[in-house]
Nanobody, 121 residues
Framework: QVQVVESGGGLVQPGGSLRLSCAAS????????MGWYRQAPGNQRELVAT???????NYADSVKGRFTISMDNAKNTVYLQMDSLKPEDTAVYYC???????????????WGQGTQVTVSS
């Protein structure tokens, strides 16, 4: 089983910064993609950013130029540096990990429990 744990959320003023972390642990053969999604009240969960184990990144248009995703492959950890935060960035942020627990298994999607980010003055 793979466990995914996020940390780093909180309350920040508009224009401020936060750094989210997400660590995957447990039985892991290989991680292929790690990413961040968010869900605001009344909205569907949406992609924020993803990164492959090779370092390829993908960002939602709404966060390009403000957020930076990075991954430490050795630690099975992904980070999301969020700068120039806006009130509309307020949401619960979820970490997603695409991984194989065993060499010959299929790839599964694992989710963390979420961490609240609130941008408000």
């Amino acid at each position: 089983q793979v466990q995914v744990v996020e940390s780093g959320g909180g309350l920040v003023q508009p224009g401020g910064s936060l750094r989210l972390s997400c660590a995957a642990s447990g039985t892991i053969f290989s991680i292929y993609v790690m990413g961040w999604y968010r869900q605001a009240p009344g909205n569907q969960r949406e992609l924020v950013a993803t990164i492959t184990n090779g370092g390829s990144t993908n960002y939602a248009d709404s966060v390009k130029g403000r957020f930076t995703i990075s991954m430490d492959n050795a630690k099975n950890t992904v980070y999301l540096q969020m700068d120039s935060l806006k009130p509309e960035d307020t949401a619960v942020y979820y970490c997603n990990v695409d991984a194989k627990p065993f060499r010959f298994s299929v790839t599964y999607k694992y989710w963390g429990q979420g961490t609240q980010v609130t941008v408000s003055s």
